[in-house]
């Protein structure tokens, strides 16, 4: 993918390179990681909050074993 268009702050830029030295990865390393743990996160609580609405007092439970995958 071509420039993604995205603009980082010099303070977040700065603290990024300064904590990727220390890391010992580049900042592109760096920043991808923390990019896709955002992601991962985002969608975590996404599909729990789903989970929270699915769930009723008058939901039925069904046991892993009786599903027929």
Excluded: P, Y
């Excluded at 390179?17 to 010992?24: D, E, G, T």
């Excluded at 923390?34 to 439970?61: C, G, H, P, S, Y």
């Amino acid at each position: 993918m071509a420039d993604s268009g995205v603009n980082i702050s010099e303070k977040v830029l700065k603290d990024l390179a300064r904590l990727a030295k220390v890391k010992n990865q580049s900042v592109q390393e760096l920043a991808e990681q923390f990019i896709q743990e955002a992601i991962e996160n985002e969608e975590d609580m996404a599909i729990a909050k789903l989970a929270v609405q699915r769930d009723t007092r008058n939901a039925k439970f069904i046991r892993h074993e009786d599903i027929n995958w």
